[in-house]
């Protein structure tokens, strides 16, 4: 399933900037950004609990904030993407 996680982060102090560092690592784990604080994640459900668990546990909830957008399993049909930083499918394979 595809979930969009995006979120805002209060960079005010270190230990926002730290927590900021933190939660687009996690996401890196498991998905592609797509902006800077947007991730697609091409994840099954214990890849998805395992990432909302480790961003719950990092963020402040009186300071910042995380939204999370479930595309599901079609998610192909559903993503119109325009312009530079094309994505791709996290199925596919990657040769470097």
């Not at 592609?32 to 909830?61: H, I, M, N, T």
């Not at 325009?82 to 470097?96: K, L, M, N, P």
Request: aromatic share 12%; net charge neutral; hydrophobic share 35%.
């Amino acid at each position: 399933m595809l979930v969009l996680v995006s979120y805002d982060v209060s960079t005010m102090d270190n230990a926002g900037k730290g927590r900021l560092r933190r939660i687009a690592k996690h996401c890196q784990d498991f998905g592609q950004r797509v902006q800077y604080s947007v991730f697609e994640c091409d994840v099954d459900p214990g890849q998805w609990e395992k990432l909302k668990a480790r961003l719950l546990k990092v963020y402040e909830p009186e300071e910042d904030s995380l939204r999370f957008y479930f595309l599901g399993s079609n998610w192909e049909r559903r993503v119109e993407h325009f312009g530079t930083g094309a994505s791709h499918s996290q199925r596919e394979a990657i040769i470097v």
